[in-house]
Antibody, heavy 116, light 109 residues
Framework: QVQLVQSGAEVKKPGASVKVSCKAS????????MHWVRQAPGQGLEWMGW????????NYAQKFQGRVTMTRDTSINTAYMEMSSLTSDDTAVYYC?????????WGQGTLVTVSS | EIVLTQSPGTLSLSPGERATLSCRAS???????LVWYQQKPGQAPRLLIY???SRATGIPDRFSGSGSGTDFTLTISRLEPEDFAVYYC??????????FGGGTKVEIK
């Protein structure tokens, strides 16, 4: 069965960077884009971007360009989302979701807390 | 960027009642690319409806979707206790960003 397993919660100071991983199993990793979505506490869902695991090509929401980098390691079927220059506004749960149109499969989410 | 506006923000209903949720787009969205998700506290979103009206695997038939152009609707025919949650629409057109609506919370009256 398809599974997306994300790395654990992180606490970071303002100005730091964070890297969240998403390990895929149960399907051919390179056949589907991986998307990232975040959700601030008590807020809605916000689309961040995607990576094509086959080519490494990426597409980021304009809001995150220059601050987010999505990468992948096909040898271990894992996608990564790295965000730099964190502020308290980046405190959120970060989800990976398998693309291919709608998101039928989601990771469990990774809480990133930015606090001094 | 296509902006999706969901209404109402909160819907207070009793089990057994019918729920009608609206999702309005700032410009036309292909029916193929409009989806609905359900989210419960502490959980990842769950795909309910894709392509405006197709139910995802395992979704009961009390959930239905309709609409076209800029106006889309999610209907829950008879609310079950497990249906009280937040619902989001999303569009993923030919080019990003793939925006979400702000959500509608369906709460027990």
């Amino acid at each position: 069965q398809v599974q997306l397993v994300q790395s654990g919660a992180e606490v970071k100071k303002p100005g730091a960077s964070v890297k969240v991983s998403c390990k895929a199993s149960g399907y051919t990793f390179t056949d589907y884009y991986m998307h990232w979505v975040r959700q601030a506490p008590g807020q809605g869902l916000e689309w961040m971007g995607w990576i094509n695991p086959n080519s490494g090509a990426t597409n980021y929401a304009q809001k995150f360009q220059g601050r987010v980098t999505m990468t992948r390691d096909t040898s271990i079927n894992t996608a990564y989302m790295e965000m730099s220059s964190l502020t308290s506004d980046d405190t959120a749960v970060y989800y990976c979701a398998r693309g291919g149109g709608s998101y039928a499969y989601w990771g469990q989410g990774t809480l990133v807390t930015v606090s001094s | 960027e296509i902006v999706l506006t969901q209404s109402p923000g909160t819907l207070s209903l009793s089990p057994g009642e019918r729920a009608t949720l609206s999702c309005r787009a700032s410009q036309s969205v292909s029916s193929s690319y409009l989806v609905w998700y359900q989210q419960k506290p502490g959980q990842a979103p769950r795909l309910l409806i894709y392509g405006t009206s197709s139910r995802a695997t395992g979704i009961p038939d009390r959930f239905s979707g309709s609409g076209s152009g800029t106006d889309f609707t999610l209907t829950i025919s008879r609310l079950e206790p497990e249906d009280f949650a937040v619902y989001y629409c999303q569009q993923y057109g030919s080019s990003p960003p793939y925006t979400f609506g702000g959500g509608t919370k369906v709460e027990i009256k």
